[in-house]
């Protein structure tokens, strides 16, 4: 019986982890960028603190 394996295999995480470092060497990716993601993931997982006036923004 065949077993069929869901997820990401070790070639594409390896590819995602390079993809991610030379994306960050050449500045696509910056701590600024970084920051409004973070806040942004907050916002939509805590989205019932931002309708009650919470101010999710970081720094």
């Given at each position: 019986m065949a077993y069929y394996?869901?997820?990401i295999s070790?070639?594409?995480l390896?590819?995602?982890l390079v993809g991610l470092y030379v994306a960050?060497?050449?500045d696509y990716i910056t701590p600024?960028?970084?920051k409004?993601?973070?806040?942004a993931l907050l916002a939509v997982?805590?989205?019932f603190l931002?309708?009650?006036g919470v101010d999710l923004h970081l720094g």
């Open positions: 394996r869901r997820g070790l070639i594409g390896i590819y995602i960050w060497v050449h600024a960028l970084l409004d993601i973070a806040e997982l805590l989205w931002v309708l009650l």
